[in-house]
């Protein structure tokens, strides 16, 4: 079945940085955008970055643009999101999703990974 | 930015009770572009309803989407006890995606 699978989440200092990893199963990974989606404890959902199926396009959310970088492996599979100079407010679950056949929405989640910036 | 206004915060309603969720955009969103999400405590988003009126797979029918230019509804007819959660409406444009805050559906 389709499956996305995050890891690489933990504690980190403000002004550290730390890269996550989605491992994509059950699907063309390589045919498919890729987005980063992020949950802050107790808010909603914040949109963080999308990559095309061939990583020629990148997308970012203002609050991530120049620290956080999206990119993808597809020989292996997995999707990346490199964060840099991270801040208190960068705390949360971060998810990766599948873009759907459709531009506009997101079909398959993963169960997130949680990433703590605190000194 | 396409910002989404979900409203009410939260709705207490009874099982077997209808709900009916407002999701108003600052610009007009087309509705190929607007979907809705359901989270329960601990999980991760799960797709209900996209194109504004379509349902995902599996989705029940007692779950349905409706609304075009700045307002959208998503309606449950009929509340299971499973369908207490929170619900997120989202739009795509000009290569940048946003969510509404959220609307709590809650056990009265």
Not at chain 1, 37 to 59: C, H, M, T
Request: hydrophobic share 30%.
């Amino acid at each position: 079945q389709v499956q996305l699978v995050e890891s690489g989440g933990g504690v980190v200092q403000p002004g550290g940085s730390l890269r996550l990893s989605c491992a994509a199963s059950g699907f063309t990974f390589s045919s498919y955008g890729m987005h980063w989606v992020r949950q802050a404890p107790g808010k909603g959902l914040e949109w963080v970055a999308f990559i095309r199926y061939d990583g020629s396009n990148k997308y970012y959310a203002d609050s991530v643009k120049g620290r956080f970088t999206i990119s993808r492996d597809n020989s292996k599979n997995t999707l990346y999101l490199q964060m840099n100079s991270l801040r208190a407010e960068d705390t949360a679950v971060y998810y990766c999703a599948k873009r759907a056949a459709a531009p506009s929405y997101m079909d398959v989640w993963g169960k997130g990974t949680t990433v703590t910036v605190s000194s | 930015e396409i910002v989404l206004t979900q409203s009410p915060g939260t709705l207490s309603l009874s099982p077997g009770e209808r709900a009916t969720l407002s999701c108003r955009a600052s610009q007009s969103v087309s509705s190929s572009y607007l979907a809705w999400y359901q989270q329960k405590p601990g999980q991760a988003p799960r797709l209900l309803i996209y194109g504004a009126s379509s349902r995902a797979t599996g989705i029940p029918d007692r779950f349905s989407g409706s609304g075009s230019g700045t307002d959208f509804t998503l309606t449950i007819s009929r509340l299971e006890p499973e369908d207490f959660a929170v619900y997120y409406c989202q739009q795509y444009g000009s290569s940048s995606w946003t969510f509404g805050q959220g609307t709590k559906v809650e056990i009265k």
